[in-house]
């Protein structure tokens, strides 16, 4: 079974800056994919970042250029960078983990999440 941690949340004033972790127990280019999902109060649970390993990432256009994915398959961690934070990106974060029929871990695996407040 795969474990998916993340880290790295807590509360900050907008404009500021936060670095999420998210840590997998297997090799993360064992998967097709990684990426970071956000569910606010209310609301549905949305793609904020994802990037494959090939190193083509994606994001939602509501954070573009604000926030950065990278991954460091050495450590099997994957970040998310999230700058000019807004009230708005409040939301608990989650890490995912995507594995495709033909990779050598299949399925999704998830992380219990991170909360991110964003307050002055």
């Known amino acids: 079974q795969v474990q998916i941690v993340e880290s790295g949340g807590g509360l900050v004033q907008p404009g500021g800056s936060l670095r999420l972790s998210c840590a997998a127990s297997?090799?993360?280019?064992?998967?097709?994919?990684m990426g970071w999902y956000r569910q606010a109060p209310g609301k549905q649970r949305e793609l904020v970042a994802y990037?494959?390993?090939?190193?083509?990432?994606t994001y939602a256009e509501s954070v573009k250029g604000r926030f950065t994915i990278s991954r460091d398959n050495a450590k099997n961690t994957v970040y998310l960078q999230m700058n000019s934070l807004k009230p708005e990106d409040t939301a608990v974060y989650t890490c995912?983990?995507?594995?495709?029929?033909?990779?050598?871990?299949?399925?999704?695996?998830w992380g219990q999440g991170t909360q991110v407040t964003v307050s002055s």
């Open positions: 297997a090799s993360i280019d064992s998967f097709y994919a």
């Open positions: 995912n983990a995507d594995g495709r029929y033909w990779t050598k871990i299949k399925g999704d695996y």
């Open positions: 990037i494959t390993n090939g190193g083509s990432t």
